[in-house]
């Protein structure tokens, strides 16, 4: 295993307790989902560690500014990080790092996002999203502590790609069209079957469309946020889309990682949707997005015929009944009040650039 990437914040406080903190391992940790779940169990207290293959270390940088300026906000301080520089596909790193360390739970959010680059390299989309899990979970089975870590696999609501079901929910047939969602298919099968065979606590948390201030620009609402900020600034005069047609169940990452962790709470390891059940389109999003700094959409807006997707279903939203019954977790934060907090953040970093 490479050296590992540490960073540590300790308690100014030195706040003492006599209650042993459970420890997570977070794949993925520099990424939007993976750094706010890292506040999330640094905040209740976890010992967390995280993978990266960053080693010019800019995704690093960037989750440290993160803790700091939240730590500061809301008046905690996390108790301890250790980030590590690990190659997710080494069979041998990853095996050494959970026989390693005493973990009580593992989540898995790393992985390649991009539908389109999935069509150019399908054989990169799969080993990103299936072999990495596929190491996890047999390093896991085959520690000393395989009956007491518990294991959450990021899965997605692509594996439903072709469904003519409306809502979708948790009993919906996977119909995946594309690489991507036939790699994460691959893994969320793959984790059932773990679980079945071998009775390790491993679940699949199928996550609708979710974003955040933090969701970069090579995702399109990030694109959109991007534009948004910079026409209003007088830096951009227009933005191009390609389908500006779909509709999607959009939530707030922030809401949806709490998801995650709930799910692990729970008594028994179990699948769950993780949406919002509302249908929203994209020309809801770029509606609210020019609202925000009071333009019009339809003034900067063009369609390029040919930056749209290889596959792009019209509509997909998830029927989230079954874990707000189970887990009592629903998404609290609205709609416009996500679009809303991604402009003006992004309208924030542009000023301080």
Same mark, same amino acid.
């Given at each position: 295993?490479?050296?590992?990437? &540490?960073?540590?914040?300790?308690?100014?406080? !030195?706040?003492?307790?006599?209650?042993?903190?459970?420890?997570?391992?977070?794949?993925?940790? +520099?990424?939007?989902?993976?750094?706010?779940?890292?506040?999330?169990?640094?905040?209740?207290?976890?010992?967390?560690?995280?993978?990266?293959?960053?080693?010019?270390? !800019?995704?690093? !940088?960037?989750?440290?500014?993160?803790?700091?300026?939240?730590?500061?906000?809301?008046?905690?301080? /996390?108790?301890?990080?250790?980030?590590?520089?690990?190659?997710?596909?080494?069979?041998? $790193?990853?095996?050494?790092?959970?026989?390693?360390?005493?973990? @009580?739970?593992?989540?898995?959010?790393?992985?390649?996002?991009?539908?389109? =680059?999935?069509?150019?390299?399908?054989?990169?989309?799969?080993?990103?999203?299936?072999?990495? *899990?596929?190491?996890?979970? $047999?390093?896991?089975? +085959?520690?000393?502590?395989?009956?007491?870590?518990?294991?959450?696999?990021?899965?997605?609501?692509?594996?439903?790609?072709?469904?003519? $079901?409306?809502?979708?929910?948790?009993? +919906?047939?996977?119909?995946?069209?594309? /690489?991507?969602?036939?790699?994460? %298919?691959?893994?969320?099968?793959?984790?059932?079957?773990?679980?079945?065979?071998?009775?390790?606590?491993?679940?699949?948390?199928?996550?609708?469309?979710?974003?955040?201030?933090?969701?970069?620009?090579?995702?399109? +609402?990030?694109?959109?946020?991007?534009?948004?900020?910079?026409?209003?600034?007088?830096?951009? &005069?227009?933005?191009? %889309?390609?389908?500006?047609? *779909?509709?999607?169940?959009?939530?707030?990452?922030?809401?949806?990682?709490?998801?995650? =962790?709930?799910?692990?709470?729970?008594?028994?390891? $179990?699948?769950?949707?993780?949406?919002?059940?509302?249908?929203?389109?994209?020309?809801?999003?770029?509606?609210?997005?020019?609202?925000?700094?009071?333009?019009? =959409?339809? @003034?900067?807006?063009?369609?390029?015929?040919?930056?749209?997707?290889?596959?792009? /279903?019209?509509? %997909?939203?998830?029927?989230?009944?079954?874990?707000?019954?189970?887990?009592?977790?629903?998404?609290?934060?609205?709609?416009?009040?996500?679009?809303? !907090?991604?402009?003006?953040?992004?309208?924030?970093?542009?000023?301080?650039?």
């Amino acid at each position: 295993m490479r050296s590992s990437l &540490c960073q540590t914040f300790k308690n100014n406080e !030195s706040l003492q307790s006599n209650i042993v903190a459970k420890t997570a391992l977070i794949t993925g940790i +520099t990424g939007q989902d993976g750094s706010y779940l890292c506040e999330l169990l640094l905040n209740k207290g976890y010992d967390v560690h995280g993978w990266t293959r960053d080693s010019k270390g !800019s995704g690093l !940088s960037s989750l440290l500014r993160i803790l700091k300026r939240k730590s500061r906000a809301a008046r905690f301080v /996390p108790s301890q990080i250790q980030l590590h520089q690990i190659d997710n596909l080494s069979s041998q $790193e990853v095996e050494k790092f959970i026989h390693k360390y005493e973990l @009580d739970e593992v989540y898995n959010l790393a992985g390649q996002s991009s539908v389109a =680059w999935s069509f150019e390299h399908p054989r990169e989309t799969f080993d990103a999203n299936f072999s990495t *899990v596929q190491l996890l979970l $047999e390093a896991i089975r +085959t520690s000393n502590a395989s009956s007491s870590i518990k294991f959450f696999q990021a899965s997605t609501a692509a594996i439903f790609e072709a469904s003519k $079901e409306t809502p979708q929910n948790e009993k +919906t047939i996977a119909s995946p069209l594309s /690489p991507y969602a036939l790699s994460k %298919l691959a893994a969320h099968n793959l984790v059932i079957k773990y679980r079945e065979d071998f009775g390790m606590f491993s679940c699949n948390g199928i996550l609708y469309n979710h974003e955040s201030p933090r969701r970069p620009n090579s995702f399109v +609402t990030g694109k959109i946020v991007e534009a948004v900020a910079r026409i209003a600034l007088g830096q951009q &005069c227009e933005l191009q %889309l390609g389908n500006i047609d *779909v509709a999607r169940d959009w939530g707030f990452a922030g809401d949806y990682v709490k998801a995650m =962790w709930g799910m692990l709470q729970n008594d028994t390891p $179990e699948d769950f949707i993780i949406a919002t059940g509302q249908l929203r389109t994209l020309e809801d999003f770029l509606n609210i997005a020019f609202r925000t700094v009071g333009l019009d =959409w339809q @003034d900067y807006v063009t369609v390029d015929e040919n930056i749209k997707r290889p596959v792009d /279903p019209p509509q %997909l939203v998830g029927d989230p009944a079954l874990i707000r019954k189970k887990l009592h977790w629903r998404s609290m934060t609205t709609f416009e009040e996500m679009i809303e !907090s991604m402009v003006k953040q992004k309208l924030n970093d542009i000023r301080r650039e």
